[in-house]
């Protein structure tokens, strides 16, 4: 379902996490991460939309999430030709996107990268809330700039702060990148007991998350579906 200008209609989610971090994925099969995303059917609303891409990529059902804040209009962006399906070049231009901000208020091992049979991403991750627009690939960098930036003021205040960060002295980190969690790993987990970060299996070879500085782009990047 495009509109007259090539856009498909879509809905973007920004997962946070008790400390303001934000779910980050890589796409099955690919060194390509982003935020989850989906199309809108025909006869949804975006919330709608939302709340089924949300069990579809990630797993989670509405209870295990608050709605914080979503963007007040579309926010577009263009997908270059070699990552459109040559069935679809010249009439799909792209992807008109509103974006959630979700407070996530269950526990990690609640999430599912495989509740359905058609899995968008095998692999996860906690990252700080900017980090993504470094690694992001090019072309939805913009997009994702400016839903990052207008969501940011709904942010939920901290209610434990470390001292040191008030002091303006950020502490040095001594666990080096965040993990990375995999769906085999949550399902070798008991349930019922929330995962920590010594849970987590960290890749050895750095390339497979953003922790080489290395953003997700060109040949790497996915295809894109009209």
């Not at 939805?140 to 942010?155: D, I, P, Q, S, W």
């Amino acid at each position: 379902m495009l509109d007259r200008e090539g856009f498909r209609p879509n809905v973007g989610i920004i997962l946070l996490n008790q400390k303001n971090q934000v779910f980050w994925g890589k796409r099955i099969r690919s060194h390509s991460w982003q935020f989850p995303q989906g199309g809108i059917d025909r006869g949804e609303s975006p919330e709608q939309a939302m709340f089924r891409e949300l069990h579809e990529e990630v797993g989670l059902q509405p209870e295990h999430v608050r709605i914080v804040a979503r963007t007040r209009d579309w926010l577009r962006y263009e997908v270059p030709d070699r990552f459109i399906r040559r069935d679809a070049r010249g009439h799909y231009k792209g992807q008109k996107q509103i974006w959630y901000l979700l407070q996530l208020m269950a526990y990690d091992w609640q999430l599912n990268l495989r509740a359905t049979s058609h899995p968008e991403f095998d692999a996860w991750r906690w990252n700080d809330y900017w980090v993504p627009l470094d690694v992001v690939v090019e072309f939805k960098r913009g997009v994702y700039e400016m839903a990052l930036t207008e969501l940011a003021r709904h942010l939920p205040r901290q209610e434990h702060r470390n001292r040191y960060l008030r002091g303006g002295v950020r502490p040095r980190d001594r666990h080096g990148p965040p993990p990375i969690q995999t769906q085999e790993q949550d399902e070798r987990r008991p349930q019922g007991r929330q995962a920590h970060s010594h849970d987590a299996w960290v890749a050895n070879d750095v390339s497979v998350g953003h922790s080489s500085g290395t953003p997700a782009s060109g040949p790497l990047a996915p295809h894109e579906d009209a």
